[in-house]
């Protein structure tokens, strides 16, 4: 352990050091940067990275080109090299090393990052969320969040990003965990509203720290579900945050309600403006007894997003992720610890942040013990769940699979107040599932071939 510590050591040393001259003068020193990291990186942890990279250099008038030299003009300096230290050099190469030998000696998964709730507490009360009929009944210590961090990383896991309820009702302890793993990446989906100068400085201080602010559209769509001046309060965190050149992104779900207002060209547009770096899309899962299922897109609102956020992708000056649609670009699905796992307030530890069901306690098991569990050996055995990864998920896509494995690893519901039978979930989704098959079909013999030639852009969060 002594030795493999060492060349850790000297291999993230010297790494520092090559990220610190890109940052000095980055137009002409990224090219040799990425040869350099080439020949440095034997275990092709970020080889289909570097070849993306190479082929967006090559255009300066790409967006992607302007994305980066945004990140360089808009970002505080010792921020930006404290993220991209953390990401790319601990989360992705050093510790996708030691994921990749933990995998192979334990035959498991074992994520990228770990979602985590401090707390199911929340100001906020919107329509069709989990976490609105939790209240603040729940929590994990600040030394439990800390034993999780310390125990991820012995496993290859730098990437940690908080969720709830709302994460910020525990803004102190958040930043307490932030200094002490200042190794680590951290990430919160927040509603942004608690985001204030005082935490904008605490940001700046510990730098590891990046906040994905959930907004539904614009204001008359925001303050529908999440409440009255919910939008407006959004927009003041986002002109603290960017005038504090401090790196921020938005978490958008799209619903029945706003998929074509969150998909527009306006709308980022106006995100961008305003100084989103990146943008995590989500659609509406009918989680809970009694979830609001008229919430859930159509087959034709989903594939409008499919088409919009690959778009964007040629033309935007922003990052974006499809929790759903780009499974194309991650072999199917990412959960049950093969990218990610929750843990909820209570240390349920579960597959996904939309399958609120366990059989592990963190509590009572560690974090390789749940993830050699019999649910998450589950996912292990069954992923992909469908050949066509426009289909990724057990729930939503292919009715049966998580009932499945539910029953045959003797999960429970996690939902403390109204415990909800995994049969019942996966009927609310049968008919979305059965709509989505055919466009899903379709859409797949159309770009599958691309996407298997173009392994650009297949994403490696291993």
């Known amino acids: 352990m002594r030795d493999k510590n060492i060349i850790e050591n000297l291999e993230s040393f010297g790494l520092k050091k090559a990220l610190a001259y890109l940052d000095s003068d980055p137009d002409n020193?990224?090219?040799?940067?990425?040869?350099?990291?080439?020949?440095?990186?034997?275990?092709?942890?970020?080889?289909?990275?570097?070849?993306?990279?190479?082929?967006?250099?090559?255009?300066?008038?790409?967006?992607?080109?302007?994305?980066?030299?945004?990140?360089?003009?808009?970002?505080?300096?010792?921020?930006?090299?404290?993220?991209?230290?953390?990401?790319i050099i601990n989360a992705t190469i050093l510790g996708g090393i030691r994921r990749s030998k933990v995998r192979e000696e334990h035959k498991?998964?074992?994520?990228?990052?770990?979602?985590?709730?401090?707390?199911?507490?929340?100001?906020?009360?919107?329509?069709?969320?989990?976490?609105?009929?939790?209240?603040?009944?729940?929590?994990?210590?600040?030394?439990?969040?800390?034993?999780?961090?310390?125990q991820g990383k012995k496993l290859g896991v730098y990437m940690y990003i908080y969720s709830g309820g709302?994460?910020?009702?525990?803004?102190?302890?958040?930043?307490?965990?932030?200094?002490?793993?200042?190794?680590?990446?951290?990430?919160?989906?927040?509603?942004?509203?608690?985001?204030?100068?005082?935490?904008?400085?605490?940001?700046?201080?510990?730098?590891?720290?990046?906040?994905?602010?959930?907004?539904?559209?614009?204001?008359e769509e925001t303050d529908s579900r999440r409440g009255e001046g919910t939008y407006k309060s959004v927009v003041k965190a986002m002109e603290i945050l960017k005038s504090k050149k401090l790196p921020f992104g938005i978490s958008c779900c799209y619903t029945s309600k706003n998929t074509e207002v969150i998909g527009s060209e306006e709308y980022f547009d106006d995100m961008i403006d305003k100084g989103a770096k990146f943008a995590w899309l989500f659609t509406y899962m009918?989680?809970?007894?009694g979830a609001a299922t008229e919430l859930m897109v159509s087959?034709?609102?989903?594939?409008?997003?499919?088409?919009?956020?690959?778009?964007?992708?040629?033309?935007?000056?922003?990052?974006?992720?499809?929790?759903?649609?780009?499974?194309?670009?991650?072999?199917?699905?990412?959960a049950g610890g093969r990218c990610y796992l929750h843990i909820n307030a209570n240390g349920d530890v579960e597959p996904c942040a939309f399958i609120h069901y366990s059989d592990s306690s963190i509590y009572e098991k560690t974090l390789l013990e749940a993830l050699k569990s019999p649910l998450f050996m589950q996912y292990h055995d069954n992923q992909p769940f469908n050949e066509n990864h426009l289909r990724p998920c057990p729930l939503l896509d292919n009715p049966g699979r998580l009932s499945q494995m539910v029953e045959a690893s003797g999960a429970k519901s996690t939902d403390f107040q109204h415990p909800e039978d995994v049969h019942d979930l996966?009927?609310?989704?049968?008919?979305?599932?059965?709509?989505?098959?055919?466009?899903?079909?379709?859409l797949?013999?159309?770009?599958?071939?691309?996407?298997e030639c173009n392994s650009d852009e297949k994403m490696n969060l291993a």
């Open 444 to 451: 797949w013999s159309c770009s599958h071939k691309c996407s």
């Open 29 to 87: 020193n990224v090219p040799k940067m990425i040869d350099w990291i080439e020949r440095f990186d034997k275990h092709d942890m970020v080889k289909v990275q570097l070849r993306a990279v190479k082929k967006v250099l090559a255009d300066k008038n790409n967006n992607w080109y302007k994305l980066v030299k945004g990140i360089y003009a808009d970002i505080d300096n010792d921020v930006r090299k404290t993220i991209f230290e953390n990401f």
């Open 286 to 289: 009918p989680v809970g007894v």
């Open 166 to 219: 709302e994460p910020l009702v525990r803004k102190s302890d958040i930043i307490k965990l932030c200094e002490k793993h200042d190794d680590c990446a951290f990430l919160a989906f927040t509603n942004g509203t608690l985001i204030d100068e005082e935490f904008a400085e605490d940001m700046l201080r510990v730098k590891n720290f990046v906040p994905a602010i959930s907004v539904e559209g614009y204001e």
């Open 108 to 150: 498991c998964n074992v994520p990228w990052a770990i979602l985590m709730d401090p707390t199911s507490a929340c100001n906020l009360k919107c329509k069709g969320c989990w976490a609105a009929e939790y209240g603040n009944k729940m929590s994990m210590s600040i030394d439990t969040l800390d034993d999780i961090i310390t």
């Open 299 to 334: 087959a034709s609102q989903r594939e409008y997003m499919y088409n919009q956020i690959r778009k964007f992708r040629e033309t935007k000056p922003i990052f974006t992720m499809d929790f759903w649609n780009d499974g194309q670009y991650v072999d199917g699905c990412i």
């Open 426 to 442: 996966s009927a609310k989704c049968k008919s979305a599932a059965e709509n989505w098959a055919p466009v899903a079909d379709r």
